[in-house]
């Protein structure tokens, strides 16, 4: 038998030697990690997308420059994802960012970082439909309507990465309204409602949403708003259990109702709900967002202030006008005793006329029954 081919053998050798160190390096060799020029990871929104696009976006100096040369930070933080109310429930990026599948990302077609966030903003109604659907029937959806880009959107209040329960803490909510409305805020801080709150931490003292809605906001200007005002105080006025804690009447709504300007609005409200009034409202005496207590000597219905409250409608009250006010409190011996002397006589006498007018009519009937009788029998 023929031996084998030693330099044959040497080659098959050399071949299986270098097969073999090859697959080793292979093996050693670390593995490529996903890199943005891939494209995103096949998994359902809000599946482990997060920490893929803050291997970028977790980078403090990424930016961008918009079309009118505004420079718009792309940093989001891991510890503000950590803290808003999406991230811990599962809701990642691509949740919102449904627009984005792969990179490079699709170019920016808007100008300016308005239009953009007014884009982004419409991924909230994939959720909270019911919040976006009453917020177009608001007067901030009617104002963006007119042309106002500036009308607030769901990401002006709550926040974008950041989203957070809106009412922790609760004042967070006038402060939130107050990035726009700067004057209302500085006011509302410094009235008995927005001192409780904001000083003292006050839970029961209403803040702008209880007056004015959440997302159907209506605009307080008109004649519908105005007439409704009485039962919005009413909320927490006409609430005994909540009054008993402060030292205040409850009897506040039931007495203005029964009053001259009560009476006037109910009126209206009934017959004309839309028809502009002037018979006075709560916050035309108390103020709006200005509200103090009325010991406070600023306060509209202070007694010292108190005519000239009155004369803003009354132009011609004379100085004993308010003499006849006793305030939204019942007439007592204690608070008015005069008052309470003569509406005692009178619902006294009153009383007696009453029953001696009846008194006279029914004896006036038996005469005439009993004279009847007696010439029917002659």
Same mark, same amino acid.
């Given at each position: 038998m023929a031996k084998p081919d030693i330099s044959l053998r040497a080659a098959m050798l050399v071949a299986?030697?270098?097969? %073999?160190?090859? %697959?080793?390096?292979?093996?050693?060799? *670390?593995? &490529?990690a996903s890199s943005p020029a891939d494209s995103l990871p096949n998994a359902r929104p809000g599946q482990g997308t997060e920490a893929y696009c803050l291997s970028c976006h977790g980078q403090p100096d990424l930016s961008m420059t918009l079309p009118d040369g505004e420079a718009l930070s792309l940093y989001v933080s891991r510890q503000t994802l950590d803290a808003s109310i999406h991230s811990p429930l599962g809701i990642e990026c691509q949740a919102c960012h449904t $627009? %984005?599948?792969?990179?490079? #990302? *699709?170019?920016? /077609?808007?100008a300016n970082r308005r239009e953009l966030s007014r884009s982004y903003?419409?991924? !909230? &109604?994939k959720c909270h439909s019911d919040n976006y659907e009453k917020s177009l029937d608001s007067m901030h959806a009617r104002a963006a309507q007119a042309g106002n880009a500036n009308a607030p959107i769901c990401t002006d209040c709550h926040g974008a990465h950041d989203v957070r329960p809106p009412d922790q803490p609760r004042s967070h909510i006038s402060e939130t309204c107050g990035k726009c409305h700067t004057q209302i805020l500085a006011d509302y801080r410094n009235s008995i409602h927005g001192s409780a709150l904001i000083e003292q931490g006050n839970p029961d003292v209403p803040v702008c949403t209880d007056c004015h809605g959440v997302h159907n906001i209506q605009d307080p200007r008109t004649a519908q708003f105005r007439i409704e005002t *009485? $039962? +919005? !105080?009413?909320? !927490? #006025?006409?609430?005994?259990? +909540?009054?008993s804690k402060y030292g205040l009447s409850a009897d506040v709504y039931n007495l203005y109702n029964i009053s001259w300007h009560g009476v006037d609005v109910s009126v209206y409200k009934a017959n004309w709900p839309t028809i502009w009034h002037e018979s006075a409202v !709560?916050? /035309?005496? #108390?103020? %709006? #967002?200005n509200i103090l207590a009325t010991g406070n000597p600023a306060s509209q219905v202070n007694p010292v202030n108190l005519l000239a409250t009155c004369r803003k409608c009354h132009a011609d009250a004379g100085p004993n006008w308010v003499d006849a006010w006793t305030g939204h409190n019942r007439i007592s011996p204690r608070r008015t005793p005069f008052l309470y002397t003569v509406e005692q006589f009178y619902s006294t006498f009153a009383s007696l006329v009453l029953w001696l007018s009846v008194i006279y009519v029914v004896l006036q009937i038996i005469r005439a029954v009993a004279g009847r009788v007696r010439r029917s029998l002659r």
């Open positions: 299986l030697g270098a097969l %073999i160190v090859a %697959i080793g390096l292979a093996l050693a060799a *670390p593995v &490529r $627009d %984005i599948k792969t990179y490079p #990302h *699709p170019a920016i /077609d808007y903003y419409l991924a !909230c &109604r *009485p $039962d +919005l !105080c009413a909320g !927490c #006025h006409a609430n005994s259990e +909540l009054m !709560c916050t /035309d005496c #108390h103020g %709006i #967002h």
